[in-house]
């Protein structure tokens, strides 16, 4: 069960209700938008970090030069490169 935190604190059209660390280490935090519209990101410990969206989208960045980017249609778009 990840250690989490939560808040009813706004800020920019949006609350902060959770955030923590899973058992791994990794950073989560979740925010509500309002509107059924929810979103959250993970930094993890391997310098990856992962972003679920309000509109639907999501972003994956590996920390090693890899990239995806998946649009709210659900099309998904790739980067790959040395850092």
Do not use: E, F, V
């Not at 979740?30 to 509107?35: M, P, T, V, W």
């Not at 929810?38 to 993890?44: G, M, P």
């Amino acid at each position: 069960m990840p250690n989490s935190s939560s808040s009813s604190s706004s800020s920019s059209g949006y609350q902060y209700t959770g955030s923590g660390t899973n058992s791994q280490g990794n950073h989560y935090c979740s925010r509500d938008y309002g509107n059924d519209s929810n979103a959250y990101h993970y930094s993890n410990t391997d310098g990856s970090y992962y972003y679920n969206n309000p509109n639907g989208s999501t972003y994956y960045d590996s920390g090693k030069g890899y990239s995806q980017y998946t649009s709210p249609s659900g099309q998904s778009y790739t980067g790959s490169g040395k850092k």
